[in-house]
């Protein structure tokens, strides 16, 4: 039941069905990272480290340019590797890599900044608080 309400939020947003999408342009991941703009990021304590998460957003990242992040206040301009989007394939937007942190020292990020370039040129910035995006 889960997916089929997630699945006619987005036939509504995107005025079309779903299963016509491929989801690999800006026009159409757009929407669903708007949507979804809390989980772009996420911080996992671990082995005494900070691993913060970019999964969400590599799972939509055949509509992105670049994704780029900062930390503790810093702009939003350290460049984050992404895997090349699988052009051809059924599901072009799948995560065959395990590039999907960034490592820091435990407890030390406080703050997230995120800037996502679009595939057509456009960007969306967002800022989270350690608290905003921690996993328990």
């Not at 299963?19 to 708007?34: G, K, M």
């Not at 703050?111 to 608290?131: N, P, Q, S």
Request: charged share 20%; proline share 4%.
């Amino acid at each position: 039941m889960k997916f089929a309400t997630a699945a006619a939020m987005l036939a509504a947003v995107l005025g079309s069905p779903v299963a016509a999408q491929n989801f690999t342009s800006a026009a159409e991941v757009r929407p669903i990272l708007d949507m979804t703009r809390g989980s772009w990021v996420a911080i996992r304590e671990y082995g005494g480290k900070d691993l913060v998460y970019f999964t969400h957003l590599l799972a939509w990242r055949c509509g992105l340019r670049e994704i780029r992040y900062g930390f503790n206040g810093a702009a939003p301009n350290t460049p984050f590797k992404m895997e090349q989007c699988h052009d051809g394939a059924a599901q072009p937007n799948a995560i065959s890599g395990d590039g999907v942190f960034v490592s820091q020292p435990g407890g030390s990020v406080k703050e997230v900044r995120v800037k996502l370039i679009y595939d057509d040129g456009t960007t969306d910035e967002a800022r989270f608080t350690r608290d905003q995006i921690l996993m328990r």
